[in-house]
């Protein structure tokens, strides 16, 4: 389900049961299939006629990753023709990044280089991967060989929102590749990021820890 930014607060009670949290953001032109292929994963439906995506939106899904629930916040922004930065919160706290291509534009490829450098300023460690969406349109491309990936040591996995080729796949792998990161960070501030996670669960079984023994928890003092 498409929601927007508005009603985040009733899905997030989902977070709560969940094991683990995950954010993958989505990069690329405009147009190039990005709303289309999380519709495609979320819903396993395809509607061809729908505008440009305006400003944010957040999809939730809840996968199982080994014996972990884990709640994903998909965040779509709409691409542009030409690159603009994008606001750093876009990119704050992701846990992995899927960069999409329309193998029908050569352009929306050459792209990828300004989207990348500008991921790589903020998230300088998410696993990313390259998507070359719209293959159903000239099966011939898959035949092609797109260097970006390979360049940049990135997995590369050709994809058709339209006919769904290779789409949960190349979403069940990042979604994995996120929970991994968000695990074993090997960037500073996520450390940083995921110890103060860890402090806030410890925190919480405490309190209940105390509320079981009859104890109240202690309030937050207020200075
Ligand atoms: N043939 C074909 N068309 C596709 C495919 N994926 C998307 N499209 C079409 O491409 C157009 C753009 O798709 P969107 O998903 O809206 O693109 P977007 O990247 O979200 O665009 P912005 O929100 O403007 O950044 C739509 O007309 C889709 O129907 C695909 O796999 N094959
Ligand atoms: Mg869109």
Redesign the pocket.
């Known amino acids: 389900m498409a929601d927007e930014v508005g009603s985040i607060p009733e899905l997030d009670l989902k977070k709560y049961d969940a094991d683990e949290q995950v954010k993958i953001i989505c990069l690329?032109?405009?147009?190039?299939?990005?709303?289309?292929?999380m519709e495609r994963f979320l819903m396993d439906e395809f509607r061809?006629?729908?505008?440009?995506?305006y400003a944010l939106t957040l999809y939730k899904h809840t996968a199982n990753v080994g014996n972990k629930t884990v709640a994903v916040d998909f965040w779509?922004?709409?691409?542009q023709e030409r690159f603009q930065n994008m606001h750093p919160s876009y990119y704050h706290t992701a846990h992995a990044c899927i960069m999409?291509f329309?193998v029908q534009r050569k352009i929306t490829y050459k792209n990828l280089v300004n989207w990348y450098k500008e991921l790589r300023e903020y998230r300088p460690e998410i696993p990313c991967c390259v998507v070359a969406?719209?293959?159903?349109?000239d099966l011939k491309v898959t035949q092609r060989s797109f260097n970006f990936g390979k360049k940049h040591g990135l997995p590369f996995y050709f994809?058709?929102?339209?006919?769904g080729t290779n789409v949960v796949k190349m979403f069940r792998e990042m979604i994995k590749r996120a929970v991994d990161y968000k695990q074993n960070p090997s960037d500073f501030m996520d450390e940083v990021m995921q110890e103060l996670e860890n402090f806030d669960l410890e925190k919480k079984e405490d309190n209940s820890a105390a509320d079981e023994d009859g104890l109240k928890a202690e309030s937050p003092e207020t200075v």
Not at 48 to 53: E, V
Not at 133 to 137: E, G, H, P, T, V
């Open positions: 690329g032109d405009s147009a190039v299939g990005k709303s289309k292929l061809p006629q729908q505008s440009s995506t779509d922004t709409a691409g999409v329309d969406n719209k293959i159903d349109a994809v058709s929102a339209a006919d």
